[in-house]
C-alpha cells in the first residue's frame, strides 16, 4: 500500500518566533498598585472581571481547571464560570465524568483565568465542594436550552461509538429540554472551589509584571487574608 506524501508544514519553532505577547494592537496594559487593592481577593476579581468584559475579552467567562486523579496524576480542561461569590468560585459538570470523579476523590482543584486583552491572569486554588442538588438544578434552569439539552445527553468523558449516536442521543436531548425546559439532569453538578490562595497577574511591558497573592489565614477566632508581592 503507498503511502500518501505528508503536507508541507511550517516549521513549529520558526512559526513561533513570529508571535508576539500583548501585541499592543490588540492589548492595553494598564497599570496596578497592589497596595491600593482590597483585602480580600473577591472584590479585585469582581473589578477585573468587569474591566476584562468591558475591554472586549472573548469568552472572559472560560477558565482552566486542574484536578488530579486517584494516582495523583494531573488533567486539565476549560469549563466556565458559573458564578463567585463568598461561598467561593463555581462550575458545573455531571458527577460521573472524569472531573466529577476525580473530584469525589480529590476534592481540591485549581482555577486559572487568562484575560490577553489586558495581560492578566488570576489563579486559585483551594478546597472544592458540592452544592446541593435543588441549587444546581436551578442553576442549569437558569441557562439556555443548549446548555438543557447537553446536560440531558449526558455520559460526559464515556467513549463514544459514533458521531451518528451522537447526533441522535443529542437530538432526542434537545427535544426533551424543548418540551419540557424544566426536566431534571439528576447527575449534574453545581461544584464551588473556596479559594486557600488566590494570585492576581498583572503584565508589564517592560517584564516587570506584579504579582499580587492572597493566603486565607484562619485560626479559631477570625478568618482572614495576607496579602504579598511575588517576583515575576
Given at each position: ?90 462550575f458545573a459538570s455531571h458527577s460521573g465524568s ?115 497573592k492572597y493566603r486565607r489565614t484562619e485560626s ?13
Open positions: 500500500m503507498s503511502q500518501r506524501p505528508e503536507p508541507d508544514l511550517p516549521d513549529l519553532h520558526d512559526l513561533l518566533r513570529t508571535l508576539r505577547v500583548w501585541s499592543p494592537e490588540v492589548t492595553s496594559l494598564p497599570a496596578f498598585a497592589p497596595e491600593t487593592a482590597p483585602a480580600e481577593p473577591l472584590p479585585l476579581f469582581t473589578t477585573w472581571f468587569t474591566e476584562v468584559v468591558a475591554a472586549g475579552q472573548p469568552e472572559p467567562h472560560t477558565m482552566t481547571l486542574a484536578t488530579s486523579d486517584t494516582d495523583g496524576l494531573p488533567d486539565v480542561r476549560t469549563v466556565m464560570l458559573h458564578g463567585a461569590d463568598p461561598d467561593g468560585w463555581s472524569a472531573k466529577g470523579r476525580q473530584l469525589a476523590a480529590r476534592p481540591y482543584a485549581a482555577l486559572h483565568f487568562y484575560w490577553p486583552a489586558l495581560g492578566r491572569q488570576i489563579r486559585l486554588r483551594g478546597p472544592v465542594e458540592s452544592a446541593p442538588s435543588p441549587e444546581a438544578q436551578a442553576d442549569l434552569h437558569a441557562r439556555s436550552t443548549g446548555a438543557l439539552a447537553a446536560a440531558l445527553t449526558g455520559r460526559q468523558s464515556e467513549v463514544l461509538g459514533s458521531l451518528a449516536e451522537l447526533e441522535r442521543t443529542s437530538r432526542e436531548a434537545w427535544e426533551r429540554a424543548q418540551r419540557d425546559p424544566d426536566t431534571p439532569a439528576p447527575t449534574w453538578t453545581l461544584y464551588r472551589l473556596r479559594p486557600d490562595e488566590a494570585e492576581f497577574f498583572q503584565g508589564d511591558a517592560q517584564r516587570r509584571h506584579v504579582r499580587l479559631e477566632s477570625e478568618s482572614g487574608w495576607l496579602r504579598e508581592l511575588l517576583w515575576p
